[in-house]
Each structure stands twice: as C-alpha cells, then as structure tokens.
C-alpha cells in the first residue's frame, strides 16, 4: 500500500492527513474538535429526541403523503462523531431523491459500550419507521465507518425482531470485524485517519473487552454472525487502501452466499474517508453518486426525487 497508488485526486490532500491513532489520551481533543463544526443546525433541519438519543431530521417538509426514508448512521470508530458531521451528505441523500432522512445522534463508547449504541438506532429506526409522513415498505438504514457497522447490525436486528422489513442497507467501508485488530500483516504506515491502533483502541471500547474475543457478538461485530439470511439487500463500498478493505469484501461475499443481494463498489487508490476529507474530488464524486444511485433504485425514487410507482415498474 505505498503511497504511489494512491487516486491521483487524493494525492495531494493525503500528505496532510494524520496516520497516527486516537486512544485514551486523544480521545477528548478529538471529540471537541469533531464538536465545533456541529453548533449550528441548517435550515430545513429538525432535532428530534428519541429516548436517551436524539435524531436529526432533512426533508420532512413538503408533501404529507408517505415518501421513503433513510435512518443514516455517523462514523467515528464507536468513540467519537456526532450526527451533525454528516449534515451535508444527509441533505444530498433527501435533496437528490426526495425521500425523508434521519440521522441518529447515537451514545458513544467506551461510556456507552455494546449493545446501548445499536439499541439507541433500533429506537431512532422504529421511530422513522412509525413516522406518518414514511413509507415503512420502503425503509434504508445506512452509514459510514463505525456507523456503517452499526447500520449492518441493525439489519440484522430489524431481521430478528420482526417489527417491520427493511427495503436496504447502505454500507460505505463499514467497521465490521474486530479480529482485523489481531492482524499482524498490515503495514499500519499505509493508512490514513484510521489505522488497526486506533482500531483496537475502538474495538475495546465498543466491546468492552479485548477485541479478537471468542464470545464477542454477532450484533456487535456483524461479520461475527453466524446467519445473514433473509437481511435487506445491499450495497457495500470501500477503498482499496482503506484497513476495512478485507473484512468487507469478505462480508459481501458472505452476503451473497447467504443469498443477499449485495452490490460492492471497490474504489481504487481510495483511502479511509475519502470522501469526506476530498469531497470534490472526481472519484469521492463518483463515489457518492453510486450512493445515491443505488439508493434511489432500492426505495423506487430516481435522482430528482421522481417517484416510481410500483405497479408501473411491475409491468
């Protein structure tokens, strides 16, 4: 993974992104500092609060008529990050399709470890999912990194509760497996923003034990769970230089063993977060595109917000 290859887009800003890991002692800066962008809520925005979380809400207004709808999910390695960081893409997400999205401002280990993170998003989803303005048959989750996790989670909790039946999951390099910590083969120079130290240091705190654990659940680490049947169909995209690159091509794989369809979109030359540190670069471009895109087709919207009818496309 040397330098050279990556994205020629990328090059430039990569010089500058830090390669060393958060842990104990950097874990409050760098919560202050994922803070101080998120004090002011844009327009058309919405804080709702759903028990001991709260959620942010785009593109409620307009029609009352029930629209599809996406619970998005933060990343920040189960420590750190808050639902205002990804305002940005949320509003792309409900302008681009017309569809109703929510992001969930979920608690954060090490204070809140394992399973309260993922409940505080199965509250958020069954919230969306009562909402009267959504279309409970057409319900995503999604998210990036940790949130990525967490949304495969959800999807796999959604499956065994059976409250009600999810239309996809959206999951950009998702955080997956914690037996990546154990990996020894990883030349840990070649990753930026996240390396397997601060992995570990995520794991453990999510966990709340030593990560590589034989009991560690399926609900925890998705890529953990025995059965991934009968989970709402997927797309999955990662960089090839990003640490997540196996785990998650081998959950994809799995998927589709299970019978799930899932569509991967390996994107060459990309590291961890690229798209959110060089959203103007061609490939983070292209990348949120096939987002969108995929999206769009699982809830029956096209770009534009023009909805498909589902008789009309049965026929």
């Known amino acids: 993974m040397a330098s050279t290859n990556i994205d020629?887009?990328?090059?430039?800003?990569?010089?500058?992104?830090?390669?060393?890991?958060?842990?104990?002692?950097?874990?409050?800066?760098?919560?202050?500092?994922?803070?101080?962008?998120?004090?002011?809520?844009?327009?058309?925005?919405?804080?709702?609060?759903?028990?001991?979380?709260?959620?942010?809400?785009?593109?409620?207004?307009?029609?009352?008529?029930?629209?599809?709808?996406?619970?998005?999910?933060?990343?920040g390695g189960y420590v750190i990050g808050t639902a205002a960081q990804d305002d940005v893409i949320c509003q792309q997400f409900a302008r681009q399709l017309g569809i109703i999205v929510?992001?969930?401002?979920?608690?954060?280990?090490?204070?809140?470890?394992?399973?309260?993170?993922?409940?505080?998003?199965?509250?958020?989803l069954s919230?969306?999912?009562?909402?009267?303005?959504?279309?409970?048959?057409?319900?995503?989750?999604?998210?990036?990194?940790?949130?990525?996790?967490?949304a495969a989670a959800l999807a796999l909790l959604a499956r065994d509760r059976g409250e009600f039946q999810l239309a996809f999951q959206l999951l950009v390099y998702p955080m997956l497996d914690d037996r990546t910590t154990l990996?020894?083969?990883?030349?840990?120079?070649?990753f930026r923003l996240w390396n397997n130290k601060s992995n570990r240091f995520g794991w453990k705190s999510y966990l709340g034990c030593?990560?590589?654990?034989?009991?560690?659940?399926?609900?925890?680490?998705?890529?953990?769970?025995?059965?991934?049947?009968?989970?709402?169909?997927?797309?999955?995209?990662v960089g090839t230089l990003d640490l997540f690159h196996d785990e998650d091509l081998d959950y994809a794989e799995r998927l589709r063993e299970s019978g799930?369809?899932?569509?991967?979109?390996?994107?060459?030359?990309?590291?961890?977060?690229?798209?959110a540190v060089a959203p103007k670069a061609r490939v983070s471009r292209d990348f949120r595109s096939a987002q969108v895109t995929a999206l769009g087709a699982a809830l029956g919207v096209?770009?534009?917000?023009?909805?498909?009818?589902?008789?009309?496309?049965?026929?």
Do not use: M
């Open 302 to 315: 096209e770009p534009g917000g023009r909805g498909r009818s589902p008789v009309t496309d049965a026929q």
């Open 8 to 75: 020629p887009g990328l090059r430039s800003i990569a010089r500058w992104l830090p390669r060393g890991g958060i842990g104990r002692r950097s874990l409050e800066p760098i919560r202050l500092l994922t803070r101080l962008p998120a004090r002011k809520t844009p327009p058309g925005v919405t804080v709702e609060e759903i028990g001991s979380a709260s959620v942010r809400v785009h593109g409620i207004g307009g029609t009352d008529e029930p629209r599809p709808a996406l619970l998005w999910i933060h990343g």
């Open 210 to 237: 030593e990560p590589g654990a034989a009991d560690v659940s399926g609900l925890a680490a998705p890529a953990r769970h025995g059965d991934l049947t009968s989970v709402a169909p997927a797309w999955l995209g």
């Open 102 to 124: 929510v992001s969930v401002d979920y608690r954060l280990a090490p204070e809140h470890p394992f399973p309260v993170p993922l409940h505080d998003c199965y509250d958020a």
């Open 183 to 190: 990996r020894n083969d990883i030349d840990q120079r070649s």
């Open 127 to 150: 919230w969306l999912a009562h909402h009267p303005r959504v279309d409970p048959t057409r319900l995503a989750v999604g998210g990036a990194s940790a949130g990525g996790g967490l």
């Open 260 to 275: 799930v369809a899932c569509v991967v979109d390996v994107v060459d030359g990309a590291f961890h977060g690229f798209d």
